[in-house]
């Protein structure tokens, strides 16, 4: 076999392992969202959104879980988000390249993966444990040490997308350094921000081990932050394991709600995360113009003899206006022998 055929059959090869594993991954992918879809839709109905969670063997619903999930989600990422983004925006205005900067680096890092088993055993042991009690208050703390990772991350790396023409342009206008940030780094790396903070809650929205150490669950509706609070993961994990067949639809219906949140935050992040080229009108007439292959005549700034076009040649007659793609600037090309009127 020559050289050519065993590069041939050695891609074919990988080509095939590839698609076998992507089709292999997609597929368990596809049973896992169609035997949830079919049992969650089986469960759903208006009075998941309306009734408490039953007793055993009763009928309900799932609404206290569903508000005590908003709630705690809400403060852990109230609280995070801050403490991520200033974090963030030290590492990338501030320390690029300090010690702690790499060190805070590392920290982050591993926090990204850390179980969060692990963060709920911590809050657990330094809130939970020294009052005695389980407290909503306690979750929100566990979910913001899972958020603030997220965003310090996605902070940083958007920042440094910021051109650095950008922040000396202001900085030469005599703006200080934390307006240049605000009005001017923060500005363009907006969507990216807010894409951090839409993962970082599309993340921490299916979290169960970190509240079950610290909110564990309640099956009344419950304003009291300083008291357990139910939530939708702890509830579908406790309903899923149950021997009682309402209790296993609402976990279903429970598991169904969260993907399509977590589906939706997905879909947005994704949206205001995709890159959308700067409009630029010049441009816009330029392709409009050559279209219609109609352009307009080289401009002059002094008053041209009626017989100008006679005395021209047929070359000069033809715009041969230029584009510069790089700033978006118009060149307009002047006939150098044009003729004023004396």
Known sequence: MSLYGRRRRTNNIYLGLCYASTVFGLGWL???????????????????????????????????????????????????TPLGLLA?????????????????????????????????LFIYEIMVARVG????????????????????????????????????????????????????????ARAGLITGVLLAVARVSGETAPLLFTALNNQFFSTDLNAPMSTLPVVIFQFALSPYKEWQQLAWAGALIITLAVLALSIIARVLGAPKGP????????????AEGQRSRPRFFLRRDSRFEERQPAALHQQSDLFHWTVRLRKIDAASRAEPHV
């Open 30 to 80: 596809v049973i896992i969202l169609l035997e949830l879809f079919i049992q969650g839709f089986g469960g759903l109905s208006p009075a998941v959104f309306t009734q408490m969670t039953p007793p055993p063997g009763s009928a309900g619903g799932l609404l206290n879980a569903i508000a005590g999930s908003l709630v705690i989600t809400f403060l852990g990422v109230a609280i995070g």
């Open 88 to 120: 963030g925006t030290y590492m990338a205005e501030y320390g690029r390249h300090t010690k702690l900067t790499f060190v805070v680096r590392f920290i982050n890092d591993i926090l990204l993966s850390a179980p969060s088993i692990v963060i709920g």
């Open 133 to 188: 009690h389980f407290s909503a208050y306690a979750g929100a703390f566990a979910l913001a040490v899972i958020v603030v990772p997220v965003v310090v991350r996605t902070t940083e790396d958007m920042l440094l997308l910021v051109p650095n023409p950008l922040r000396e342009a202001a900085s030469a206008l005599g703006l200080p350094r934390s307006i240049v940030i605000s009005k001017v780094s923060y500005r363009a």
């Open 279 to 290: 409009r630029n009108d010049c441009d816009e007439q330029h392709r409009q113009s050559a």
